[in-house]
């Protein structure tokens, strides 16, 4: 009798215990982690005038909580460092521009998880042609004769979109309309080159523009603005397409409620992120395709 007792005293104490234990200490979301990487590598390329790691800092630090996992950024020297990241699978994730997520599309398996969302909230975000105020450049017309950058081979509204927006839209042939063309490096060099007088004409974006006003290095009304794009996609995260369906859904959705820490979104810049697919990249398959063809 006092045996049955003792027992059934000892499970009712280890039921309490479990109960108190899965209170407590809940296991986390999520539990299946069966073929995840022990440490969660997301390639990005350098921010602004900042180190690349306490930049994306507030990013990596949410997807670490809510993954449960190590996150370790990769910075990349530029988009084409990236992109051999992914190839050589030496990172999981990336945070790619439009242009380069095609390019990286065509060489290896991935696929885009969320796309970044302007400080506006807008899906996206513009490419600009800009010159110094006060410089006697302030249209198209007088930037003839004069010296462009563009910023790097793989940009999208740094190369590609100005590029398309030159030939088809403008029907300027680049090679006889300004007096040198050069790739500068960045958005960020492209845009103090022109405000300190070294570059003449340039080309980059809003999103790197608003950054730079924002940090209180330039002010809007240095600038011209030449020529404003259409909307293009905003930047893709993307995951390569041989990882875990439970890792890429759980990376998503860490992603989407990226959204509840404002004081984040505003050190970054972003507005926060949405779902997208391939699709939403179509139409830059389209300008890249147009500005191949114009290369014969």
Known sequence: MMLNLQRIV?????????????????MPVHADKIGWPQNIRIGFVPAIGQDTHDYHR???????????TEVVTVSGKDYAGVIKALVYKQIEFAYLGPKSYIEAKEQ??????????????KPGYYSLIISKKGSGIDTIESAKGKSF???????TSGYLVPTVMFVRDLHIDLKTYFKSVIFSGSHADSIRGVREGRI???????????QLQERKEI??????????????????????????????TAFQNAMLSFKDNQNALKTMYVGGFVKTDDKTYDVIRELERYRKQIRK
Request: aromatic share 6%.
């Open 149 to 155: 950058a563009f910023t790097d081979p793989n940009s």
């Open 10 to 26: 000892r499970k009712r104490i280890v039921r309490i215990v479990v109960f108190v234990m899965v209170v407590l200490f809940p």
């Open 58 to 68: 507030p990013l990596t630090e949410h997807l670490k909580k809510n993954l449960g």
């Open 108 to 121: 290896t398996e991935i696929e885009p998880l969320v796309m970044e969302l302007g400080k506006d909230g």
């Open 219 to 248: 002010s809007e009304q240095d600038f011209n603005i030449l020529k404003k794009s259409e909307i293009i996609p905003g930047s893709p995260v993307c995951a390569r397409k041989d990882l875990p369906e439970s890792l890429k």
């Open 200 to 210: 003449e004409v340039a080309a980059t974006n809003t999103f790197d523009m608003y």
